[in-house]
């Protein structure tokens, strides 16, 4: 699967929109974007998923470029409830999808300032 | 609905033991995926399970094993632990085999510590 890249952390206050950054520059045609966070002592959570339009759901948007070589996981309106960290992901979309699953990174560690 | 249960929560061994655990998928769900998480190298791919057939295997060694029973349920196995083996390890669940749309559901993790 097509590698992605995020920053290892980012500040934001309460109650504040958050764009979290994610470059896939060597994503492929049919490479799934998939957003999950961690909260502390959890496991991961889907947040949200989309493939080339922008995406909308009850936790977060996703705003995805033009070329697919990036994109944004927004939070509308951050709580302390949303410090977690986030990871970007790719996944093809063909059944079986490959030998390395889903491979997380590191993610990105959001911190929510009250 | 019941969520992806892990079990046990936490445990402690000593080098050379082996461990087993166990994940319950959510009704209905037919994939499982393992994965193990440290600080030092993040969460990565361990094996993926589905109508009690490995489907994908992450780069561990043959220490690590899994298989799926005919109710989805699904055992991992450690043999032969060693200290780096200290992780915590996660289940996750799917309705089919991981493709790119399959959205997975988490457990909490059975935290695993080699002494």
């Known amino acids: 699967d097509a590698k992605t890249t995020q920053p290892n952390s980012m500040e934001s206050n309460e109650e504040e929109p958050v764009h979290l950054p994610c470059n896939h520059s060597?994503?492929?045609?049919?490479?799934?974007i998939h957003w999950y966070r961690q909260l502390p002592s959890q496991g991961p959570e889907y947040v949200i998923h989309?493939?080339?339009s922008n995406v909308n759901n009850r936790m977060a948007s996703l705003a995805i470029a033009e070329d697919r070589k990036s994109s944004t996981l927004i939070l509308h309106r951050a709580t302390l409830r949303d410090a977690a960290v986030y990871y970007c992901i790719l996944r093809d979309f063909t059944a079986g999808g490959g030998a390395d699953g889903l491979t997380f990174g590191k993610g990105t560690h959001l911190i929510i300032q009250p | 609905k019941a969520g992806v249960t892990q079990t046990p929560r936490y445990l402690i061994k000593t080098r050379g033991q082996q461990v087993t655990l166990s994940c319950s998928p959510i009704?209905?769900?037919?994939?499982v995926s393992w994965y193990q998480q440290t600080p030092g190298q993040g969460l990565q791919f361990l094996f993926e399970y589905f109508s009690e057939t490995q489907r994908n295997k992450g780069n561990f060694p043959g220490r690590f094993s899994g298989r799926q029973f005919s109710n989805s349920r699904s055992e991992m196995n450690v043999s032969t632990l060693e200290l780096g083996d200290s992780a915590l390890y996660l289940c996750?669940?799917?309705?089919?085999?991981?493709?790119?749309?399959?959205?997975?559901?988490f457990g909490a993790g059975s935290r695993l510590t080699v002494l």
């Open positions: 060597t994503i492929s045609g049919t490479d799934y």
């Open positions: 989309g493939l080339t």
């Open positions: 009704s209905g769900h037919r994939s």
């Open positions: 996750a669940s799917s309705p089919r085999q991981f493709s790119g749309a399959n959205v997975l559901t």
